[in-house]
């Protein structure tokens, strides 16, 4: 920057005298006489005790009559800029300062350029530049006479940012897993302890329970599609090597369009292969042409329902890929399913793995028969992983995202993945390992409104699990709410209380010293929730 500002007037020959402002030198104003040939260019030599350590010129305006020449002086002191003007007595050899402003009304802020406004009065560009990036403009009028400048108003508090959303589910029964249901705006919560499904509003305001119908309890997976709640359904105690009813693993189908709610079964256990009936089914999915399919974690398998739910078939590597692992004598191979069609119109299924380092598996169903193949999973959050739950693709089925566990015991966290090779690879795009609430952790996920995702959260900080939350999962680090005491302080020497539970209702807490809880031993009741929610 040499040259800057230019201002002109006309001398009383008729001649166009200009004047040229320079910056970053002391020898900051000429004046070019356009009334020789050639032109005549000669410093206007500057004077007044304001002008120590000035270093540049900028924005000049002549007054009307053309006497007085205001401009917009930087200084290499770094002191605030100000607004002087200078009249001459010699033709503009020399000038001296006849007025000077360096007050700005707002802080932070620098004069740039100078205009006259309505009766003769002075005005400066004037640029807040407090922050990183300039925080605001004005137009402000230079007062010579210190006439006071308007009190600055009192900027407004910052906005709160938005917060993460942390949800308590109410009556649950050890919830294992949600979906969303956009068209009615609406979280299913499944219980592996309960006969009935919980329901969340969108906006968390309003929480219910559908009355299933079930004989046997136990819903870990859920998936929605086409007004059908689709549930795996468990005989827990069969689980737990107690002898109560015979062994049940079903696929449910509950028709929510009809009133009541119409439910069908499929008994996997009666149609299975494995000799031992001992099937555990985690997890489930429903393809758009009808097509059911889940998770055995016992038996290695991922079953294949067809759309009159009259067929079962059984998909399964050739080796021992499923492998999975053993966590107090329960058996968890293939863990949580889920699907996608591809741009050919196929199935594409997603199988995740626990107690494996191979822990995500993709199902080709375009091929006969089907491809099994691992994804090769990508991404420095990777180490130590040791499996991984609750897939849910986007809407847009570019990005699969799932809950990861830890061999080295770190917390488990939340990951999305993104691939550029038809998923034979998959690299982490998104990744949190946050958790609102202290001893808990995160199980499966859901998509909720405005593409929101959320986390099935279990309070493990007891010998029981304590809570149970639905926990929004904010890659952007939004805060979440502080936590609330979960315990309101008693008055010195008031007798204990205790709230009247209602009749039949689970216990939603554990009990200090308690032998069982929902009618199993608290050791089997403690080694199923983990392996089932955390592991």
């Given at each position: ?205 309003t929480q219910g329970v559908i009355a299933t119908g079930l004989k046997t309890p136990g819903t870990v997976g859920v998936y929605f599609r086409d007004n059908k709640l689709f549930s795996a359904s468990n005989d827990s105690p069969q689980l737990f090597n107690v002898t ?16 009541p709610v119409q439910l069908t079964e499929v008994d996997l256990n009666a149609k299975s292969t494995d000799p031992n009936k001992t099937i555990f089914v985690n997890d489930v999915w429903a393809a758009p042409d009808g097509r059911v399919f889940a998770t055995g974690s ?238």
């Amino acid at each position: 920057i040499g040259p800057n500002g230019i201002e002109g007037m006309v001398d009383a020959n008729g001649k166009v005298q200009l004047f040229v402002a320079l910056s970053f030198q002391t020898k900051t104003l000429y004046k070019i006489d356009t009334s020789t040939t050639p032109y005549t260019i000669s410093e206007v030599v500057l004077q007044g005790s304001q002008l120590s350590n000035m270093f540049g010129i900028d924005g000049l305006r002549f007054s009307k009559d053309s006497k007085t020449l205001s401009g917009v002086l930087t200084f290499s002191d770094g002191s605030p800029n100000a607004v002087v003007s200078f009249s001459s007595s010699d033709n503009w050899a020399t000038a001296t300062v006849t007025a000077f402003q360096n007050r700005n009304p707002v802080a932070g802020s620098f004069y740039t350029t100078l205009t006259y406004g309505p009766n003769d009065s002075m005005w400066a560009i004037n640029t807040d530049f407090s922050g990183n990036t300039p925080q605001g403009f004005w137009l402000t009028e230079i007062c010579f006479d210190n006439r006071p400048y308007p009190t600055p108003p009192t900027p407004p508090p910052p906005p709160t940012p938005p917060q993460c959303e942390n949800r308590k589910i109410s009556n649950p029964a050890v919830p294992e897993a949600a979906i969303y249901d956009s068209a009615g705006n609406k979280f299913y919560i499944g219980n592996v302890f309960g006969t009935n499904v919980n329901t969340m509003s969108g906006d968390g305001k309003t929480q219910g329970v559908i009355a299933t119908g079930l004989k046997t309890p136990g819903t870990v997976g859920v998936y929605f599609r086409d007004n059908k709640l689709f549930s795996a359904s468990n005989d827990s105690p069969q689980l737990f090597n107690v002898t109560q009813g015979p062994p049940s693993a079903k696929v449910l189908i509950h028709d929510l369009s009809k009133t009541p709610v119409q439910l069908t079964e499929v008994d996997l256990n009666a149609k299975s292969t494995d000799p031992n009936k001992t099937i555990f089914v985690n997890d489930v999915w429903a393809a758009p042409d009808g097509r059911v399919f889940a998770t055995g974690s016992s038996s290695k398998v991922v079953y294949e329902i067809s759309a009159d739910y009259q067929t079962v078939t059984e998909i399964k590597p050739s080796g021992t890929e499923w492998a999975g692992g053993t966590y107090n004598n329960l058996q968890i191979g293939p863990n949580g399913i889920e699907g996608m069609v591809d741009a050919n119109g196929k199935v594409q299924l997603f199988v995740a793995l626990s107690f494996q380092t191979k822990t995500l598996y993709k199902i080709d169903t375009s091929t006969t028969p089907y491809t099994i193949s691992e994804v090769v999973l990508q991404g420095s959050q990777l180490s130590n992983m040791f499996g991984i739950d609750g897939l849910r693709f986007s809407k847009d089925s570019k990005t699969l995202s799932g809950v990861l566990t830890f061999s080295d015991g770190s917390p488990n966290a939340v990951v999305s993945f993104s691939s550029s090779d038809n998923w034979a690879t998959a690299t982490v795009t998104a990744f949190q390992n946050r958790n609102p609430v202290a001893g808990s952790f995160y199980t499966t996920l859901t998509y909720g409104p405005n593409d929101s995702m959320w986390a099935i959260n279990t309070d493990f900080s007891g010998n029981t699990p304590q809570g149970f939350w639905l926990t929004e999962i904010c890659f952007d680090n939004r805060p979440y709410p502080a936590p609330k005491p979960t315990t309101a302080p008693k008055p010195t020497n008031a007798p204990p209380t205790t709230a009247p539970k209602p009749t039949n209702a689970p216990p939603t807490e554990a009990v200090s010293g308690a032998a069982s809880i929902y009618g199993v031993s608290i050791a089997s009741f403690t080694a199923f929730v983990t392996a089932v929610c955390v592991l």
